[in-house]
């Protein structure tokens, strides 16, 4: 059964997409723990981040690290965080976080937007890729 990662990847189901390439897929957050927190996954459905193959492990980095420096460009921020969790979807996936302070990264304070907003951060975001 595809996990909600490859359905936003067919199309199946709506995001908030910012890059996109053969292999990976970068998206915003629906429930962002800042405004501008985004998903980047590999195209391939793999459930843990260290089952990955060496190149898409690799690949994943270096696709994360261009979304990330776009961010940084868009997203007033001190800096971006990275984390991989995987527990709550079985499709690896990295979180790209704009930080101000180190609870920014814990996952217990959210944030709120309107579509509008996700769709002006996902643009400001992709225009500097």
Known sequence: MSSIFT???NGDIPSYKIAEDE?????????PNAKGHTLVVPKKEVNKLFSLDEETYNGLM???????????KTISCERI????????????H???IPLQTMEDIQFRKKV???PE???AVA????SYL
């Open 7 to 9: 359905k936003i990847i």
């Open 23 to 31: 292999h990976f897929y970068a998206f915003l957050d629906i429930n």
């Open 62 to 72: 270096k696709f994360s690290r261009k979304i990330a420096l776009a961010m940084e």
């Open 81 to 92: 965080g990275m984390a991989v969790i995987g527990l709550e979807v079985p499709h690896v």
């Open 94 to 96: 990295v979180h790209l």
């Open 112 to 114: 709120s937007l309107q």
């Open 117 to 119: 907003e996700f769709e």
């Open 123 to 126: 643009k400001a975001i992709a």
